[in-house]
């Protein structure tokens, strides 16, 4: 699904942030990267996702065999690769709805199939939003206007769940989420893969990772994957910290 392969990358312009990144992700799996403030987990998301304020210098980032290093961020999505925001954007006059609809459609007009009906998107954004515990009056609210921390990481799971994409990246889900919120993102992840796509969570909390199963867990620091193990690495790292691994 998605191969990296000795990936340098820089802000524009600026420092050196990931130094040589090796992570395979296969279809079906969970993959979570940690590690201390700074590391650079935030940039390999972006940089993944093809955010255009950092540079990549040298290696490859394949998905689905094919090199992404050159495709525009739109480019990527339409390939099948989410990227959750860790500070959403208000669009006032829009609605989570409404917003959800134009984004599938859009994405479905880059893959060269119709638009949905409005009969099929109704019944989809009422299973999803049913299955995460989503209010009506939710759906018809401006996008991210006034949302609390937990109602914008509800939505993004949303938009999620309605963007079925191949490789979903969350990065530090787990923040400003009280305990029910973070049960309800766990299940929305949960419910949303199988053996066809995989995730990628990236968090500085081990307690999500009560929630979620990863298959594999990286440590990120300076800009490299330091150890990589099982989920019992995630509870070293909760009992330890990160100081043990870093010299
Ligand atoms: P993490 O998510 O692991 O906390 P980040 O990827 O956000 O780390 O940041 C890694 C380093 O790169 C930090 O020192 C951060 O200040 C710097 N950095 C990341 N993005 C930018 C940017 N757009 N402009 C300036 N510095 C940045
Ligand atoms: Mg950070
Ligand atoms: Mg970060």
Redesign the pocket.
């Known amino acids: 699904m998605l191969e990296i392969k000795n990936l340098y990358a820089r802000?524009e312009d600026?420092?050196q942030?990931l130094k040589g990144i090796n992570l395979e992700i296969k279809p079906g799996e969970v993959h979570a990267i940690m590690?201390?403030?700074?590391?650079?987990?935030?940039?390999?998301s972006s940089v993944i996702a093809g955010k255009e304020?950092y540079e990549v210098t040298e290696g490859e980032i394949l998905f689905q065999g094919e090199n992404i290093i050159e495709d525009a961020p739109e480019e990527r999505a339409h390939k099948g690769i989410f990227l959750s925001f860790q500070y959403p954007v208000e669009i006032p006059g829009v609605s989570v709805t409404n917003f959800i609809k134009a984004a599938l459609n859009e994405n479905r007009k880059a893959n060269g199939l119709d638009e949905m009906s409005a009969k099929d998107m109704l019944g989809m954004i009422r299973e999803k939003s049913e299955k995460l515990g989503i209010k009506k009056d939710f759906l018809s609210r401006s996008l991210n206007e006034g949302f609390s921390g937990g109602e914008k990481k509800r939505n993004e799971i949303f938009q999620m769940m309605m963007l079925n994409p191949k490789l979903a990246i969350l990065d530090e889900t787990d923040s400003g989420l009280d305990i029910d919120a973070l049960r309800i993102v766990a299940d929305g992840v949960n419910t949303f893969k199988n053996e066809g796509n995989a995730v990628l969570l990236?968090t500085h909390y081990q307690r999500l990772l009560n929630y979620i199963q990863p298959d594999f867990v990286h440590v990120?620091a300076n800009g490299r994957i330091i150890k990589t193990g099982d989920k019992s690495l995630a509870l070293e790292l909760e009992e330890k910290g990160y100081d043990w691994l870093l010299n």
């Open positions: 802000i600026g420092a942030i590690g201390p403030n700074g590391a650079g987990k935030s940039t390999l304020d990236i990120l």
